[in-house]
Structure formats: structure tokens, C-alpha cells
């Protein structure tokens, strides 16, 4: 059973897509001209994204991805850039073809207490999802799988809420160390390739559906989660 209070009002839909290199090229420069970067980004407009995914001893999530599973959930902790001083628990869910994330927040201290296996302070925390985590840390064995690191170039578009994001340069890692320090990973996850998402809510403006427009390509199940598992 997935927990997701209040999902309905927070589902979304989202699309991906595995493009060449030269797709990407193209495409970039298409949304550069007619979309805004995201104000996060850097002055290049891209960010380094680094999350550790979470899953059973069985690969519950993971095996739930491979087989299209109509509802499912996965755990990760995710920071952005260098900035560790700012990481988040994430649980991100789809139903039915639809999807949410719900978050909280962890200091570094936390994470390292939770790298360590140290974990009583979830559930000593006010925090819904960290109380959540804690019981399905215990009562199905939730644990460390996969590093998956990459640089994304987002784009913003406000009607619709539409998000569209390019990421590049996948790697991945095994050691919880990675995680604080991604020095040690491994680059080629996904060679020659960049995962184009599309996220909006209700509707997808035109401007961006003839934007993300890739002849010939059609939208898969292509998670970054799942490739790097092939690593392990």
C-alpha cells in the first residue's frame, strides 16, 4: 500500500524521453530561446544533482519500475550542486500514471546518522514522511542501494507549471561516502544519451509540446534509478 495524503491535489503528469546527443544540441537551443532556465541554475543554467536511492532487500521499487507497476513508491536523499548543508529526504510516488514527491528536510548531521544506520531521530521527529521512512526502514527492510549523479539543465514555463529538464553526464556509486563526496563515481550510466523530462499539471501549453518536439522519439520508461542499478 502507498501513503499518500493529500496526492490527488499534488499529482502530476510527466513524460520521459532517452535522446541522442545531437537531439540534445538541437534542443537545447530551441528551449534556450523560448523558455526560462530555472532561478536556481547556475550562470551556464545547469546544476549538479546528486540523490542516494533507498529500496528493499528484494528491489521492491526497483522491480516495480521494471514491471510498469500502476502504483508505486521509492525513497531518496537528494541535494543540488556542492551544498550539502541543504539535503532532503524525498518520497516520490506515481499512480496510475501520474506522479508526486512529498519532502522533508535533514540537516548534514542527520544524513551522516542516517548513513551510519543511526536512526532513531526519525522517529523521534514531528516530521510525517521521516516517521514514515523509519517504519518502512523496519518493517521492510529499507536500505542503501545507488548513487545517482548527473548535471541538469532546467526550464521553466508558468502556465501549466510546466518544468522541462535536460539531464547529462550520468554517473553513479555503491559506498555511502560517494554520496558526501562525489569525487569517486563512476561516469558512462548512460553513454551517449540525455534524459529529456517534461512535467506539468492539468495541461501542456502547445509552445511546449512543439518545443520538446524530438521526430521519431516517443516517451519511455527511462529512469536513472533503474539504469544505474545495472552497475551494482
Known amino acids: 500500500m502507498i501513503d499518500v495524503p493529500g496526492a490527488v491535489r499534488s499529482l502530476r503528469h510527466e513524460f520521459k524521453y532517452q535522446i541522442s546527443l545531437r537531439e540534445d544540441l538541437i534542443l537545447a537551443g530551441r528551449l534556450r530561446s523560448l523558455l526560462e532556465h530555472d532561478r536556481h541554475a547556475g550562470k551556464d543554467g545547469s546544476y549538479r544533482v546528486t540523490s542516494l536511492y533507498f529500496d528493499t532487500p528484494y528491489d521492491r521499487a526497483y522491480r516495480q ?4 507497476a500502476a502504483r508505486r513508491e521509492k525513497f531518496r536523499l537528494r541535494y543540488y550542486g556542492a551544498d550539502t548543508g541543504v539535503i532532503r529526504l524525498e518520497k516520490k510516488y506515481k499512480i496510475n500514471g501520474l506522479c508526486g514527491k512529498r519532502s522533508a528536510r535533514l540537516t548534514l548531521r542527520q544524513t551522516e546518522e542516517l ?19 523509519y517504519s518502512k526502514i523496519r518493517g521492510q527492510g529499507l536500505e542503501k542501494k545507488t548513487i545517482v549523479c548527473y ?19 550520468v554517473r553513479t556509486g555503491l559506498g555511502s561516502t560517494d554520496f558526501l563526496d562525489t569525487n569517486r563515481l563512476k561516469p558512462g550510466a548512460l553513454e551517449n544519451c540525455t534524459v529529456l523530462e517534461v512535467k506539468y499539471d492539468a495541461f501542456l501549453p502547445d509552445l511546449v509540446r512543439m518545443a520538446v518536439r524530438v521526430p521519431g522519439r516517443q516517451a519511455a ?11 551494482d
Do not use: H, M, W
Open 65 to 68: 519500475k521494471l514491471n510498469g
Open 115 to 133: 548513513l551510519a544506520g543511526r536512526i532513531d531521530f526519525l522517529l523521534e521527529s514531528r516530521e510525517p514522511l521521516l516517521t514514515e521512512f
Open 151 to 169: 548535471d541538469r539543465e532546467a526550464f521553466c514555463f508558468e502556465p501549466g507549471n510546466v518544468r522541462v529538464t535536460l539531464d547529462r553526464n
Open 221 to 231: 520508461a527511462c529512469s536513472k534509478y533503474a539504469q544505474c542499478r545495472r552497475f
